[in-house]
């Protein structure tokens, strides 16, 4: 059977923000709105228009199923521009964890997504499994799901909400003062209804990296087919990892990666050796088995500290450095990131990824494989990039993974000076001052290996 290509009319999703249970739990309606058209080429789910939802913002939306899963990665799809010169390379954009395609393109003039194809880049947003509108198959079973597990992140979550509800009220009025449109505790209701998802998050590092992201990177070549097969492609975060993993398993393989080019921010296999937060945060190991939580709601969580992070008496205003360094990300931005790019993600995810502060750095699922003992042998130009603030990957950290590239193949830089501007984690892509010191930077990387 040929594969489909849907159109959806703007009424099929109205919420500013659709996770993919939300899409399935929505697909139904879809239907009734849902126009079928036969399109040939690779397996995958086509173009939706762009009224797809309030924070859609590219110019299409693609959808390529996953194999060995239930899950269908989202592609967001940013057309270059006519005026800017021709590139031979598409190129495709990666997020952090818990993060979906909102990081890269948070405003007009804080988008890194709409400057690369406004510089002649076909640019392409990669949004993994459960973030963002990524979703699962609409034939997918959700019946299946462990009510012992639902009851635990229910419990857990009933006090939160609660709490959640008292603040809103005593600190701005239930967020009627501050014209808040979705209030932090609805979201948290949301997440409950949610639950039935449950048993589909499942995944870790590994199979974003054998299967989400070879799955998108081929479904790109097929629809834009650069003549030598290759992509440019950006990593910010884990976004980074991966496509330094990626390099690392095709050097230990002696295979061909299929980039012709990588850009790092804030990225790196190994953070034992540096002062990252991370130290204090990723150790879950015994706490997640113990409370026996297959995965955890980072979006549902922060939009109950919402209340005190932005608003008096900010108790909580100091996770926002873990973002931003102070004065650098417009305040409106800083919360639209907050509440608009997070999702949840499966406890295994977050336990693959705590073995990058051990020694040795991160490891496969297995535990045997080092990645960053392999990234030698990679033949792909590398720019990495790290912030001089950054709290989450510093850039000892950042240098640790580096060190180990050769010299002709690796340009290292720290962005920020003495005396400011300084960048914190999500600055190197929604700073400030990203668009005239970090973006340019990359744009002549990309170009240098984009010709040759």
């Not at 490891?363 to 990039?385: C, E, M, Q």
Request: proline content about 6%.
């Amino acid at each position: 059977m040929d594969p489909l290509r849907f159109e959806f009319s703007s009424a099929s999703l109205t919420s500013t923000t659709v996770a993919a249970s939300s899409l399935h739990s929505h697909s139904r309606h879809f239907f009734s709105s849902v126009q079928l058209g036969r399109v040939s080429s690779f397996p995958a789910i086509g173009s939706v228009s762009k009224t797809v939802n309030k924070i859609f913002t590219a110019d299409e939306l693609h959808y390529v199923p996953v194999p060995n899963s239930d899950w269908r990665v989202a592609l967001w799809r940013y057309l270059p521009s006519s005026k800017a010169p021709k590139r031979k390379h598409p190129l495709i954009l990666l997020s952090g964890i818990a993060s979906n395609a909102v990081t890269y393109d948070l405003s007009p003039e804080s988008s890194l997504a709409r400057y690369m194809s406004g510089s002649g880049f076909e640019t392409w947003i990669l949004e993994l499994r459960g973030a963002g509108l990524s979703s699962l198959s609409f034939d997918t079973d959700l019946e299946k799901s462990s009510n012992n597990q639902e009851r635990i992140v229910s419990n857990l979550l009933e006090n939160l909400i609660n709490v959640s509800e008292r603040l809103e009220n005593v600190l701005d009025g239930g967020s009627k003062i501050f014209g808040l449109k979705d209030r932090p505790s609805k979201r948290v209701e949301d997440f409950k209804k949610r639950l039935e998802l449950l048993p589909h998050y499942n995944w870790d590092f590994d199979n974003y990296l054998e299967e989400d992201v070879p799955s998108a990177m081929e479904y790109v070549r097929t629809q834009t087919k650069p003549k030598d097969g290759k992509l440019l492609a950006i990593g910010h975060s884990m976004g980074g990892i991966l496509l330094y993993a990626m390099l690392s398993r095709c050097g230990f393989k002696g295979m061909d990666s299929g980039l012709a080019s990588v850009t790092t921010l804030a990225s790196t296999f190994d953070y034992s050796s540096s002062g990252t937060l991370l130290k204090y945060i990723l150790p879950v190991k015994e706490p997640a088995q113990a409370l026996n939580v297959p995965f955890i709601p980072v979006d549902t969580m922060l939009a109950m500290a919402h209340p005190l992070m932005y608003r008096p008496p900010y108790v909580l205003s100091w996770l926002t450095t873990n973002i931003s360094a102070p004065q650098m990300m417009d305040p409106e931005l800083t919360e639209k990131l907050v509440l608009n790019s997070l999702c949840t993600v499966p406890a295994k995810l977050v336990l693959q990824l705590a073995t990058a502060v051990d020694h040795g750095g991160l490891r496969d699922r297995t535990g045997t494989f080092y990645y960053k003992d392999h990234i030698s042998k990679t033949n792909v130009p590398i720019l990495a990039l790290a912030g001089d603030w950054d709290i989450i990957c510093p850039p000892d950290a950042v240098y640790d993974t580096v060190k180990l590239i050769p010299n002709n193949l690796v340009t290292f830089k720290v962005l920020g000076s003495p005396g400011g501007p300084h960048y914190g984690h999500q600055d190197l892509i929604s700073g400030r001052t990203a668009r005239n010191e970090v973006f340019p930077l990359i744009i002549r990387f990309l170009q240098r290996h984009d010709e040759s």
